[in-house]
Nanobody, 126 residues
Framework: QVQLVESGGGLVQAGGSLRLSCAAP????????TAWFRQAPGKEREFVAA????????????SVKGRFTISRAISRDNAKNTLYLQMSSLKSDDTAVYYC???????????????WGQGTQVTVSS
């Protein structure tokens, strides 16, 4: 079992920025593809961004490209893996619960990852 814990959500004005974090167990990044998804009320969970296990090319949904950046950090002792989502130029349409995900995923944009966090709420006020 891979436990993922998101943090950093909150209320922000349109045009503002926010950084989400996802704490993951050691070796998560060397074992799994990792990604961010979001789900707005009444809508399906949608892909935001992903870092594939193999290769260094990150991918983004068109709706966030140029505004959001996904990145990863590994502590020196490899005891802590953290996935980030830096969000800028936020819009009201970005309001959603944001989830981090990990898994042996081939279809990076599909919400079929093996492991999920509990989610963190992001609310953008206009």
């Amino acid at each position: 079992q891979v436990q993922l814990v998101e943090s950093g959500g909150g209320l922000v004005q349109a045009g503002g920025s926010l950084r989400l974090s996802c704490a993951a167990p050691p070796r998560t990044f060397s074992t799994y593809t990792t990604a961010w998804f979001r789900q707005a009320p009444g809508k399906e969970r949608e892909f935001v961004a992903a870092v594939p296990l193999i290769g260094s090319t990150t991918i983004y949904a068109d709706s966030v490209k140029g505004r959001f950046t996904i990145s990863r950090a590994i502590s020196r002792d490899n005891a802590k893996n953290t996935l980030y989502l830096q969000m800028s130029s936020l819009k009201s349409d970005d309001t959603a619960v944001y989830y981090c995900a990990a898994g042996p995923q081939k279809a990076l944009r599909d919400p079929t990852y093996a492991y999920w966090g509990q989610g963190t709420q992001v609310t953008v006020s206009s």
